[in-house]
């Protein structure tokens, strides 16, 4: 059975504000690996962990999960 999972540009925004992996996951309450698989596409996070990664980034849902460009400010 294939698993849906949501494109996303946590990578890209993680790099931009430059955060780790580690440092993203430890202030969402996640493992590294779970940030990782997320940006693999391997693992749609919960509404809940994506509303925090979110904050984490300081991007909106549609930037890090939708079709939305990336304008990031600083």
């Given amino acids: ?3 849906d999972t949501m494109p996303n540009k946590l990578r890209q925004l993680r790099r931009w504000r430059e955060i780790s992996q ?3 996951a430890q202030a969402v309450g996640v493992s590294r690996q779970t940030i990782a698989n997320i940006e693999r596409g391997n693992y749609s996070p919960s509404v ?3 509303l925090k990664l979110c904050k984490q980034l300081e991007a909106s849902v549609e930037q890090v999960f939708g079709n ?3 304008q990031v400010s600083s």
Wanted: glycine share 0%; aromatic share 0%; net charge negative.
């Fill in 1 to 3: 059975m294939e698993v």
């Fill in 48 to 50: 809940h962990l994506a």
């Fill in 68 to 70: 939305e460009d990336l």
């Fill in 22 to 24: 580690a440092d993203l």
